[in-house]
Structures are given as structure tokens and as C-alpha cells.
């Protein structure tokens, strides 16, 4: 299968290129030419399989070049129970007869970045085989908290890869640079910088682009790659489990075969809505997908007009991770909508010049025909964990709560009771704090502290990846001026 860029047709590499390249060097995404269709008889069959199968099964149609005796070893080494705490990997809970919640926060990290940087650095490692690529990449991360750590999980003790990330020195929560500065593995770095995540982000993309760094490392045996959500080795491992999710529930009864569902997933980057767009595409039976933002909403106002302003106020919100005004991996929607890499192409550059951007009459259409947008601020939010709990004794963490507003919204103007997925992004314990508070607490313990009290409060253990958090020894305390962040990766590289 061929994939091109979604500013150029001409740009045109193999699956292992795109996925060591991460992104085109004209600055579009590479994406695969056309989305294969499942055959006819393919969910009732994987039903009957485990995760790593189906995964093997769905990655498999996209992925030429490796064989199933690949993909499989990568699927039982990303998913097996030495990672993920369930054997189901990523389970469907049902919390209604029609909300079924898909819980995708049973890795080594506790968020769902595990899904997809699990297992990207097995195809990442592959690709450079495929490519013949000599040299070991280096791959830098600049994080404000659930990617720096996911990545790092994953790439810890991948053959020819190097991984260092970068974090603000006061951007993140005390249990996430716990996470992250304690982290195992003899081929990974950690570094602090002084300044906010803009400052960490901009440190990095200058590391990328500074050719005589660039040639320095060539001569030590190194290139600089990329982990972020926009590279296709991070999309294609989130389709897999849309797929398994209708699995389940054909498996298990919950729905008839053929039968609709709707999905409702909270968005930041649009990597993980976008690849439920694609199991629709590839022939899993959703019908809407409903588009969860917090206070940030430029989606929300995108879906419902064309119009894309990220010219507004930015939010720090209960749902960090879904802080976000520039959602990268929606230029891949677009490319659906369009067909048109040269109308992608227009929209990205009005984006780049002006910060803003209107699709035509045509793509809107089609854009609301599958998509629906709905938003809510913190006080909604907080409200709606507390309403969960109390209503289906069901503990959701705030990106996830955004997820269910969303859908009572949605319900509530369409009346469209079709069984709905509610995507549940992280572990409700990695946001303890927000949590104990929309239940209700007045007072909120610090740091890992907190992870006792909401135990203490609902009778449910912390995950182990973050109790284990106290026993862990520091190992990474360096920390520098954002002009200095070279010297991290020149004491990591030697
Ligand atoms: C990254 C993240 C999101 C947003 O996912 P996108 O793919 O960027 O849309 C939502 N929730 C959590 C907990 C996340 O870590």
C-alpha cells in the first residue's frame, strides 16, 4: 500500500518510510492512499480472537511489508500481561443497556497513549531494518505529561532507538514527573527545562531543525525522529481497538451483527477520533461520531460551521490533555472529505498565515453527516464525574467526563438513543486530585498522597504502575535553560 502526503500526491513511500520519516517534508502528513475495506465476514471472525490477534489481524491491511509472524511478535510484546493489568487490553464496561465505555487506560502508563506508543516502537525498529537504515534513531519528545511517559515506557530497551524527553519544570503534576524521573531502561533520558511546555515544544523543533547538529550526531551513528501523534505508527494502533470494541460486543451480545453504534471520543490532537473514523471506513458499523472537547473548543465550533479559528482564548483546564487550539492529525480528515490534497494544501496555509481556515459547502456536508461536536467547561465536568459515580457507581476521570457530556448533549438535541462507545481516556486516579474534588471533597491531599484518599473515598485500589510510583528510585534530575537543551542530548549521545 502506497501512502502520500496530504499536501502532495507526488510524495509517495511505503508504510516502514512513513513510519521512520513521522512526517513529510512538505510539512503534510503521510497517510495511507485509500483505507481498505474488512471483508464481509472478518468481525465475526475476530470476535472469537484475543486482542493481539485482532490487532495483528487490522494492522495487517495497512502494513504490506511486515509479515503476520511480525506483526504478531509485536502485538504479544506491546499487549502482553507484563503490561497491560487486563487480559482483554483494552475492555469494553457497560454502563447502561446503551453506554458502553471503552477503557483504554489498562497499560504500563495508566493513559491511553500506551495503545499506540506500546507499540510503536516495534514498527518503528522494524521499519529501520526495512529501510536499511544504519543508523539508531534518537527519538525526542517534548511532553506537557501523558505522551513524555508513554513514550518513554515504550521505548524503553528497543533495540536502536534512544529516547529523551523533555518536560516543563513546573507544566506538569507532581505524579507525572514522578512518573517520568524515575523511569527504567538503559536507553532513555530525561531533562527538565525551565519554561512553560511552549518553551519545551519550540527547544525541541529547533533540535530538529539544526543541520549542524544534525550532521554531528550522523557522524556518532544517530538520526532525530519523532513519537508524536501525527506520525502513522501512532494513528494505526488506535484503529485497532474500535475494531475490537464491536467485537466485544457482538461477542458478548450487546449488539445485533451488522448493527449501528455510535462513538463518543475526547478529542485534543484528533488522532484518536480520527482512527474511529477509519474502522467506520474500513466497514465497522458506527454511524455518528460525536466530537468531545472541554473550554478549548475550536472542534466544536469547526464541526458545526467549517469554520477553523484557533485566533481565541487558550484554557488550562480540569483535561489538560486535551488543552489544544491546532489539531494536527484533522489535515488527515480533511483528505478525507476533499480528495483533494491541493484544497488540504490551501486550508493548511490559510491555517499557517492566518490561524484560521473555512472548508467549502462540500466537505461540510460531508463532515456532518458522521460528525457531531459538543463541548463543557471544568464546573460541568466536575459535575459529571460526581453524577456518574452516584448514578452507575462508575469512577471516570475528567477527559473522560467531558466524553459523557458530550453525549447526554447530543441525545438531549437529537434524540438519537442509538447504544453509544464513550471512549475513557485515562485512569481517574492520574487526575486524583480534580476527581476527589468533583465528588466533593473539601480538602485534597498532595502528590502521590492523593492516590490513598481516592481509594480511601470509593474502595478502589490505585493502578499499580502509579502506587509503585513511591518505591521507585529518582534517576533523572537534570534540568536546563530552554537555550541549553542540546547539551541534554549531547550527554546522552557522548
Ligand atoms: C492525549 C489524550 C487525549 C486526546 O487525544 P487526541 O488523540 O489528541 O485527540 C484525551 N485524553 C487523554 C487522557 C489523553 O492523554
Known amino acids: 500500500m502506497q501512502y502520500i502526503s496530504t499536501r502532495d500526491m507526488c510524495v509517495q513511500c511505503s ?74 487490553v483494552a475492555p469494553v464496561r457497560t454502563v447502561t443497556d446503551d453506554i458502553h465505555c471503552l477503557e483504554l487506560w489498562h ?50 530497551d528497543v533495540d536502536r532507538t534512544k529516547i529523551l524527553v523533555f518536560y516543563p519544570k513546573d507544566g506538569v503534576s507532581q505524579v507525572q514527573e514522578l512518573q517520568m524521573v524515575t523511569q527504567e531502561g538503559a536507553n532513555v533520558g530525561v531533562c527538565a527545562v525551565h519554561g512553560n511546555f511552549d518553551d519545551a515544544q519550540t527547544g525541541v523543533k529547533r533540535l530538529f531543525s539544526d543541520e549542524a547538529l544534525r550532521e554531528e550526531l550522523a557522524g556518532k551513528g544517530y538520526f532525530f525522529s519523532s513519537a508524536n501523534s501525527i506520525n502513522w505508527g501512532r494513528v494505526l494502533p488506535q484503529i485497532v481497538y474500535y475494531v475490537s470494541a464491536y467485537c466485544d460486543l457482538l461477542r458478548d451480545g ?27 471506513e474500513m466497514g465497522v458499523p458506527i ?32 483535561s489538560p490533555s486535551m488543552d489544544i487550539l ?32 473555512r472548508v467549502s459547502g462540500r466537505a461540510l456536508e460531508k463532515l456532518q453527516k458522521h460528525f457531531a461536536g459538543y463541548c463543557c467547561d471544568d464546573d460541568e465536568t466536575r459535575r459529571v464525574i460526581d453524577r456518574v459515580y452516584k448514578e452507575y457507581q ?25 447504544a453509544c462507545l464513550v471512549v475513557s481516556t485515562a485512569s481517574p486516579f492520574k487526575f486524583s486530585s480534580s476527581v476527589l474534588e468533583a465528588l466533593g471533597e473539601k480538602t ?40 541549553n ?3 541534554a542530548v549531547r550527554s546522552m549521545l557522548g
Do not use: W
Open 254 to 280: 450487546k449488539v445485533q451483527p451488522g448493527q449501528a453504534i455510535n462513538v463518543c471520543v475526547p478529542t485534543g490532537n484528533f488522532g484518536n477520533i480520527l482512527a474511529a473514523s477509519y474502522a467506520r
Open 107 to 156: 497499560g504500563p502508563t495508566c493513559a491511553f497513549k500506551d495503545m499506540a506508543l506500546q507499540m510503536l516502537p516495534h514498527l518503528l525498529s522494524a521499519s529501520l531494518v526495512k529501510t536499511e537504515e544504519q543508523k539508531t534513531a534518537c527519538i525526542l519528545v517534548a511532553t506537557s505529561g501523558d505522551t513524555g511517559k508513554g513514550a518513554l515506557e515504550g521505548f524503553r
Open 485 to 487: 537543551m542540546v547539551d
Open 15 to 88: 508504510a516502514s518510510e512513513a513510519i521512520v520519516q513521522g512526517l513529510s517534508r512538505d510539512g503534510g502528513l503521510l497517510t495511507p492512499y485509500y483505507i481498505p475495506k474488512l471483508p464481509g465476514n472478518a468481525i465475526e471472525e475476530l470476535a472469537a480472537m484475543a486482542y493481539q490477534q485482532r490487532a495483528v489481524y487490522v494492522m495487517k491491511q495497512f502494513l504490506e511489508e511486515f509479515t503476520v509472524k511480525e506483526l504478531t511478535s509485536f502485538a504479544n510484546a506491546a499487549y502482553g500481561p507484563d503490561k497491560f493489568d487486563t487480559p482483554a
Open 444 to 483: 485534597v491531599a498532595e502528590g502521590l498522597d492523593a492516590l490513598d484518599q481516592l481509594t480511601a473515598k470509593t474502595g478502589i485500589p490505585a493502578p499499580a504502575p502509579l502506587a509503585g510510583l513511591r518505591d521507585k528510585q529518582v534517576r533523572f534530575t537534570q534540568s536546563v535553560n530552554k537555550e
Open 394 to 418: 462508575y469512577l471516570i476521570d475528567p477527559h473522560t467526563a467531558v466524553a459523557f457530556s458530550a453525549l447526554e448533549q447530543y441525545r438531549s438535541e437529537t434524540k438519537d438513543e442509538t
Open 326 to 357: 491546532i489539531s494536527s492529525n484533522l489535515e488527515r480528515l480533511l483528505l478525507t472529505l476533499t480528495k483533494d490534497v491541493e484544497e488540504v494544501k490551501g486550508y493548511m496555509d490559510q491555517l499557517n498565515a492566518t490561524g484560521s481556515y
Open 287 to 318: 454511524e455518528k461520531l460525536i466530537c468531545a472537547s472541554n473550554s478549548n473548543n475550536v472542534l466544536t465550533d469547526f464541526i458545526r460551521t467549517g469554520h477553523y479559528d484557533r485566533n481565541r482564548t487558550f484554557f488550562n483546564t480540569i
